[in-house]
């Protein structure tokens, strides 16, 4: 994993916490925000990033989606 991209809407939503803490615990990984990463019926309902191309992962909190991210990460 080298890129985590963010939707700016989600950001809004809630995952900004997220894009702080893991841009300082990770400053080796690119951390992209994107106006819009084409999943909008998702975008109001979790927090979700999506890793490297294509990969989306989700979970129902911020809490939850960072932990989970420092697990994928290691």
Do not use: D
Not at 21 to 50: D, I, W
Not at 62 to 70: E, G, P, S, V
């Amino acid at each position: 994993m080298k890129k985590i991209k963010y939707c700016c809407k989600n950001l809004n939503f809630g995952t900004k916490p997220v894009y702080k803490a893991m841009k300082s615990k990770f400053p080796e990984l690119k951390h992209k925000k994107k106006s819009c990463l084409g999943n909008c019926k998702m975008c109001t309902r979790e927090y979700f990033v999506q890793i490297g191309n294509s990969k989306i992962v989700c979970e129902p909190s911020a809490k939850k989606l960072y932990k989970r991210l420092r697990k994928l990460i290691g």
